[in-house]
């Protein structure tokens, strides 16, 4: 084999190596947690057992308090445990509501505040005195009249009466 074949594998070897975590720690459960970020704040600093920049710690075997609540409790702890699910799922929901409410109140806004960008350069267009012409129908250029120009002086300030809050 030549030497750029044996070099090339080598490479290609090494760079599918597979990634280690940089975190691991115990959840409340009692299981290990492998993760490239931190844990969540509310882990006590007892239950990490590997971070950036020290070696991982030998694992201590799991406390009582540790273990697996289906071990140790019975039939009230599956109860408490589809509670605290349930409650999980409802706040969850009760999030992706608000969160979908709050998209739709920022488009309304940013609408808005296009419409009245809009309404106010129109109006400042209509009260310029400048001549305004439209296309009609049939794509011919036609200017608007006086009492056409107050009509539409008159809707674009409710819209901006509207829209510009």
Known sequence: ????????????????????????????TGGMVFSDRPPPPDVPARNIVKQPGRSAEPS??????????S????????ATRAESDAQ???DA??????????AEADKLAKTRAENCA?????????????RVARANAQGQREF??????????KRI???IATDCK
Request: hydrophobic share 45%; with cysteine.
């Open 118 to 130: 809009r309404a106010v350069q129109a109006k400042a267009t209509y009260e310029s005195g400048v």
């Open 1 to 28: 084999m030549k030497p750029i074949h044996i070099l090339l594998a080598l490479t290609c070897c090494l760079s599918l190596a597979p990634a280690t975590a940089q975190w691991a720690w115990r959840n409340s």
């Open 144 to 153: 608007v009249g006086d009492a056409e120009r107050a009509a539409e002086l």
């Open 88 to 90: 999980k799922k409802a």
């Open 71 to 78: 071990a140790a409790s019975g039939p009230t702890s599956a």
């Open 157 to 159: 300030q409710g819209v």
């Open 60 to 69: 201590e075997p799991a406390t009582a308090a540790q273990a697996p609540a």
């Open 93 to 102: 929901e009760k999030a992706t509501e608000t969160a979908k409410q709050k």
